[in-house]
């Protein structure tokens, strides 16, 4: 049996997938078309939902160490609102380059044994029923890997979804636009604010000392492709458009073109292929939907493909991606286009957004709308098993300090580091739940501790992806429990 995963594009999301398939222990290549990091990169934020899976997973304090200080607010549509303890958001985005956060999740792809070769640019991919043949070409020549599936990981433009023809819908019309890095400006840079203007949107964000970026979205921009050069006149025209006149800026030591239409593949799957990240979701960064729409395909995928590869998947729960990530990557790409239908064209949406602007001021629409920008839930039905649903079925498991019937002390997170399922006894009695099922042991870990108030529950069923399969506050709940675990554990 080919027990081999070949992931295309090492990004967030073909980096993080990768980490995810050798914790399980599946052998995994990664092919990157690039031959080398850049020093630069467009993206600089780590939304809070990626920093909760990394502190799942054990290495938060990796990316803790690189980011600047964090980003305490959201925005819909460039409405903002502050975060606070009151909305329930308790973790803030930080920043930190994309580059450094790709380093990053290299370094830990390698120390799990991935094979990451860069420099490989895909030209061909063939499957059969029992596996997928991927021809890449690089500066040594022409090589094939053989993996019993392949997952496309390659951004917007992915050469798996092209070549393995995945359809998409659109969403929202394309915009396009520039980035660029400059040392300062030389006296004008009070003339220029960050907003929302006719023309499309400007920001100017301090990244240290001595580094600002400029950033503009244009919505009537012209397309131009990726691979031609931004030059500094085409930076200061692009401004100039917006708000009538150009910064007074030195040669940028960087600069990058961005804008794609904002798009959602008609299926995560074909076979043995499938899509993560941004080749099966794309939107515009400033919608905040990203990096974490991408961290979070890669870690519902990875546990489910590497239960699949190693003969142990449940019926169904490979299909189960799709079924659950789709519709994230719907919300992500329909809040995307409101957000865009809410800015242009402005002169015709400016009362409106002054009537938006009041509405945000309001406790309970800046509640819901932080909510609906962050959160994930997901619906688990077991139509099979009677009684009460928990409300913490299908949501995020929290980050709560727990105590063993020993004295010591953790928090829930910690368990879920190795990437394997947690069973949390909360009777603080250990054996007082069902005994697993044969074959789960191993892929579950169960932590008795005493009662916590802010779960109120007796047992809780985590997923590796950090979702709860189950929950209940009785015995009542044992054949529930019993239930999701052969489910989602086989």
Known sequence: MNDHVVIVGAGPGGLMLACELALAGVRTTVLDRRTGRSHESGGALLHARCVETLRQRGIAERFGDAATPRWNRTHFGLLYIEFDDELGETEYDWLIPQVRTEELLEERALELGVEVLHGQEVTGVAQDVDGV??????????????????????GVHSTVARLCGFSYEDFAPAYYGVTADVGDFAGNRDQFVNGLYPGGQLGILPLQPGRIRIMTVEWEGRAVPADVPVTREEVLDSVRRLVG????????????RNGHPTRLARAYRDGRVLLVGDAAHSHPPSSGNGMVTTVHDAVNLGWKLAAEVQGRAPKGLLDSYHA???????????????QIAIQHPLERLGPLREVLAGLVEMREVQRYLVQYVTEVSYVFDYPDVPGERHELIGTRFPEVPVTRPDGASLTTYEPLAGGRGLLLDLTGKPGALPDLPAGVADLVEVVTVEPV??????AVLVRPDGFVAWADRGPDGDAGLLHALREWFG
């Not at 990530?325 to 409101?338: K, N, Q, W, Y």
Request: with cysteine.
């Open 133 to 154: 043949t991927v021809t890449a070409v690089s500066a040594e020549g022409e090589r094939t890997v053989r993996g019993a599936f392949l997952v496309g990981a390659d």
């Open 324 to 338: 659950e990530r789709h519709p994230v990557g719907r919300r992500a790409c329909v809040r995307a286009a409101a």
């Open 453 to 458: 108030a802010a779960l109120d529950a007796r």
């Open 245 to 256: 006149h150009a910064p007074d800026i030195a040669e940028p030591t960087w600069m990058e």
